[in-house]
């Protein structure tokens, strides 16, 4: 118990790349809610999609790095590829799944989400032909980059996705806050019907909110593989879960909610993982998430909402 | 979501209307088909198709109409969930697993114990049902979506135990204890025993699960007629007014997960006992899948719906491992789909344009094609979503006609050729097609929906 | 002791005050009527009364005992019955099914009679469809043997009207809550449900608490008529008592109106 406990910085430390990344998709899943109250349960598929991507355009680049292409220029080419991919995914997803199903049964959304997330998984096996694929980070970064800060470590992979994670949620509150699309997102939330009866062309605006939340998707899963090393066809399932806790915790619908939940998650992740035991680290980010729904369904930033009779 | 579909139902009642009236042999087919299948409709068949093979049946015959019993089980213990209660169970296949882990931990040799089986499948039974209330009282506040997310995360956790469980700390004792046998499972599960007879041979097995689902259905159908029946297809309908009524909201609830849960408990136990061993693999997402696919192919919560679904599923993924078996239910079906959607053109061009290439395929398969198939696949989605914008008839026509070539292309070049990746790919979009189509099943009534 | 005892009932949205300090009594086999301007808190009190939402503050007493925050299932097993202005059937259900699913727990037989088929379930079964049968014949043909089978969501708007009315009647409450029973019928049919909301305290020996905004409905009905506004009560009486009273006439024609003793205030639109 010593021992773990005086890896706490460090863990700590992993903590807040696990939580970057958490937060990363959790934006997916609040933008989505906040725009349609959809549960867009296929965003962790999104997310390994995004993965593999960047894994893909990785192996193409490979010779090419090999021969002195610059490490960012690559890491630019997978962030790209991977959002743009992810991004048109999303935006078939939305178009070819959810929209039929929009006024249908209650329950098809989901079920329609477990058939997407299945589909993609089969899908990515088919097209990847292979299982497990390793990701050759040290092409982009050597590992030995990176900074200490007493006992604590952090390479320059975990400050990169921090930093990536960042910029893209200062990106994204930009857009939804002080753009014209993004007001029209705010208002199709508000009330899709006055909204497209004021001209809010509310189907594009849902299109470009599934590309919106996708493309971050996508993006987290090139900043996992770049971490992790690896990337393999099923990560999105426990990855999509966690990325729905976090942004149940900070409050479904809420951006900052959905920082501070991923951070939150990240964090308590990590530590369990060192202070109780790897073997039992997702279980204990499902505790949280039913513990998070029965005491505070709204989450930290969200609004508590009055059922109507 | 939450748009008020104001005429909705109005042109739900009109649609009914408007069927009856057609007079010609297709209006009398849909009436037919419209009609939820009644128990004798559904039954006799079955018990035909059970009888013949038991009858004429090879090993690998019974073992298919087995996992069809199998399914067929649980398809109704979900259905009870799903469609009568109204509750978005995603972790369903958990209970299936706890009672299959439970039954072996008490009969193998995992853990020496070999527990007779009016002991062993009560347990069973029971550990299921433990794990449904379990996840029931908590899941009782939460509504449709949540409640979904939060079954299929427990799902994922009872898959992660049985994966981890294999070595298990026990500090006291200062050693660890291999509970589930991890990736490896459990092997060596005793038969099911009883006054000293136990199945041996498939044929046996066959009759054992044949009967457990005619009881299942038996039991159910009665408890679908009860009151309790009615109450849960009144929470379904309203919570609210359910409530308002008198009806105990919670205990409904929770009645209806733990029935669900007791049965697919027994249908795990029986899994397991008929397998000789459980694996984590058995409880993957692909089961839920394929369960969720059965109940809606049948009309969600109707308890023979349910089995034509589970006998469904349970055949047409094994006519999918032959090529050519596969390749007539493919073109075959997909022709079909398109004639029931009333795309005429589109049928003509599959039934001619998937034989030109299908023999076209067969003639080139020493060319390495992969990529393009793979690369067909891609492209597959994006052409379907562009469709509904190419408004022009003879342009719709040409993108319809590339989009089957490329269909065609790549189910020749990819999906042929991996059919255990085929099948599970397959399955997930029929699922969604399912959704989109017919969400009332093939002979499910439409609904209406308020939303 | 009355029936129904609302003491000071207070329930407040956030910042928003919907009800300050209503009270009133409900005698046994009296017809009340709550009318008011809209927004005046009228569906709220009926929502806290059937258990749809705790009171922020107040006492309800059904028969001296509290149920204040009790769950709407407790109290309608209590005798409390409600239709929905909004209109809450169980759509996809038939029209008999509608009635007798209300049966469950509320029947002399459990599950595993039902199960195994039981005479004493049969009965039971025979009994609850006959009540079934005996409530919807209240609305004669409009709910006739015709319609047993057709699903709810056939029918037409009155006539959900009128089976959520013989759905409630099916717990045999005491006290009957009845949330603008006559939206959506025309003159003739108003007329129709009068004739039987007067008829039902006697022959079921039930009160019945009304919500309405028809005040023809209103006047042939109430034994009492109570006048919300801004979520308290202004006026109590008879429909002649509270229909001649200023404040009333102001509450529901603004403070500028003047005064027309004789005259009925206006139906609100819907």
């Known amino acids: ?309 | 979501m939450n748009t008020p579909t104001i005429g909705h139902e109005e042109w739900a009642v009109e649609l009914e209307a408007r069927r009856d009236w057609r007079r010609d042999r297709w209006g009398w087919l849909q009436h037919q088909a419209r009609q939820a299948p009644s128990a004798a409709l559904v039954g006799l068949p079955l018990a035909l198709a059970l009888a013949l093979a038991l009858l004429f049946g090879n090993d690998y015959i019974l073992r298919v109409a087995g996992t069809a019993c199998i399914y067929g089980v649980l398809a109704m213990g979900l259905t009870l969930v799903v469609g009568q209660a109204g509750l978005l169970d995603l972790g369903y296949v958990a209970y299936f697993g706890v009672g299959a882990y439970a039954y072996a931990l008490l009969a193998s040799p995992q853990l020496g114990l070999h527990t007779p089986i009016w002991l062993a499948l009560p347990a069973a039974i029971g550990a299921a049902m433990a794990a449904g209330l379990l996840l029931g009282v908590p899941g009782l506040r939460l509504n449709d979506d949540y409640l979904g997310i939060v079954t299929l995360g427990f799902g994922q956790v009872i898959v992660l135990l049985a994966l981890k469980l294999d070595r298990l700390a026990l500090p006291w004792a200062g050693a660890t204890l291999d509970l589930t046998g991890g990736p490896n499972g459990i092997l060596g599960i005793d038969p099911p025993r009883l006054l000293g007879w136990a199945p041996a041979t498939q044929g046996h097995w066959l009759l054992v699960l044949a009967a457990t689902l005619l009881a299942v259905l038996a039991l159910a159908s009665r408890v679908v007629d009860a009151p309790l029946g009615q109450a849960w297809r009144a929470l379904r309908e309203d919570p609210l007014a359910a409530a308002a009524m008198g009806l105990p909201v919670t205990r409904l609830r929770l009645l209806a997960v733990s029935s669900g849960a007791a049965i697919a408990g027994l249908a795990g136990a029986l899994f397991a006992g008929w397998q000789g061993a459980i694996f984590p693999v058995n409880l993957d997402l692909s089961l839920l899948l394929t369960l969720y696919a059965a109940i809606l192919i049948g009309g969600l919560g109707s308890l023979p719906g349910a089995l034509v679904g589970a006998a469904l599923l349970a055949a047409l993924p094994e006519i999918l491992r032959d090529p050519a078996l596969g390749r007539a239910l493919v073109y075959g079906g997909g022709a079909l789909a398109l004639i029931l959607w009333r795309r005429w053109p589109g049928a003509a061009l599959l039934a001619a344009g998937g034989c030109g290439i299908a023999i076209a395929a067969s003639l080139a398969t020493q060319a390495d094609v992969t990529l393009a198939g793979n690369l067909a696949l891609v492209a597959l989605p994006i052409v379907l979503a562009a469709l509904p914008l190419v408004r022009r008839p003879w342009q719709r026509l040409g993108l319809q006609a590339f989009t089957l070539v490329l269909a065609t292309f790549a189910w020749e070049t990819r999906l042929a050729a991996e059919p255990g990746l085929a099948r599970p790919l397959l399955l997930g979009v029929a699922l969604i097609a399912m959704l989109i189509v017919r969400p009332h099943g093939l002979f499910g009534r439409q609904r209406v929906t308020v939303v | 002791m009355s029936l129904l005892m609302c003491d000071q009932l207070t329930m407040a949205f956030g910042g928003l005050q919907v009800l300050r300090g209503l009270s009133f009594a409900v005698e046994p086999g009296q017809i009340v009527a709550l009318i008011g301007p809209n927004g005046a808190g009228k569906t709220t009190a009926l929502n806290l009364i059937s258990g749809l939402g705790r009171p922020t503050s107040g006492a309800i007493r059904l028969e001296g005992r509290s149920i204040a925050g009790l769950a709407p299932a407790a109290i309608s097993q209590l005798g409390v019955a409600r239709n929905f202005q909004s209109l809450r059937l169980f759509l996809n259900m038939s029209v008999l099914e509608n009635m007798t699913a209300v049966g469950y727990r509320r029947a002399r037989t459990n599950t595993l009679q039902a199960v195994l088929w039981t005479p004493a379930f049969r009965r039971d079964a025979a009994l609850w469809r006959a009540r079934a049968e005996e409530l919807l014949g209240l609305f004669g043909s409009r709910l006739g043997p015709h319609r047993y089978d057709q699903p709810a969501y056939s029918l037409s708007y009155a006539n959900r009207r009128r089976l959520e009315i013989a759905r409630a009647l099916m717990t045999r409450p005491k006290l009957l809550l009845l949330d603008e029973p006559a939206a959506g019928m025309n003159p003739h049919e108003t007329d129709e449900l009068a004739a039987l909301i007067a008829a039902l305290p006697r022959r079921f020996g039930l009160a019945i608490l009304l919500i309405e905004h028809d005040m023809g409905l209103v006047e042939r009905v109430a034994d009492q008529v109570i006048v919300l506004d801004h979520g308290a009560a202004i006026a109590v009486g008879s429909f002649a008592e509270v229909t001649a009273d200023h404040q009333v006439i102001a509450a529901y024609l603004g403070q500028s109106a003047r005064a027309a003793p004789d005259e009925p205030p206006e139906e609100e639109a819907p």
């Open chain 1, 1 to 309: 118990m010593g021992d773990s406990l005086s890896h706490l910085p460090q863990q700590l430390a992993n903590g807040l790349t696990l939580g970057a990344v958490y937060a990363l998709i959790a934006l997916g899943y609040s933008l989505v809610y906040g725009v349609l109250r959809l549960l867009n349960f296929a965003h962790g598929e999104v997310y390994m999609v995004g993965a593999f991507i960047g894994y893909g355009v990785l192996s193409l680049l490979d010779p090419a790095l090999a021969a002195g292409l610059p490490g960012w220029l690559g890491l630019t080419a997978m962030l790209l590829a991977a959002m743009l991919g992810c991004g048109l995914l999303g935006a078939l997803i939305e178009r070819l799944v959810y929209r039929p199903l929009r006024h249908t049964h209650r329950l098809a959304p989901l079920l329609g989400a477990l058939g997407i997330a299945f589909v993609l998984q089969h899908g990515v096996l088919l097209l990847a032909s292979a299982r497990h694929r390793a990701i050759h980070a040290e092409l982009i970064l050597p590992a030995a980059l990176g900074f200490e800060l007493g006992s604590v470590r952090l390479s320059a992979a975990r400050l990169l996705v921090i930093g990536i994670a960042l910029l893209l949620l200062a990106a994204l509150s930009l857009l939804v806050y002080r753009t014209r699309m993004g007001r029209a997102l705010r208002a199709i939330g508000a009330d899709p019907e006055a909204a497209a009866m004021l001209g809010v062309p509310v189907e594009r605006v849902v299109s470009q909110t599934f590309v919106l939340g996708s493309a971050l998707a996508g993006a987290a899963g090139v900043l996992v593989g770049l971490v992790f090393t690896k990337v393999w066809h099923l990560m999105g399932v426990a990855a999509g879960l966690k990325g729905f806790t976090a942004a149940v915790l900070g409050g479904i619908g809420s951006l900052p909610g959905a920082l501070l939940g991923g951070l939150l998650l990240g964090i308590a992740e990590s530590v369990s993982t060192g202070v109780i035991s790897p073997t039992y680290s997702d279980l204990i980010v499902f505790g949280v998430l039913i513990v998070a729904l029965l005491v505070r369904p709204s989450g930290l930033f969200g609004k508590r909402a009055q059922p109507k009779v």
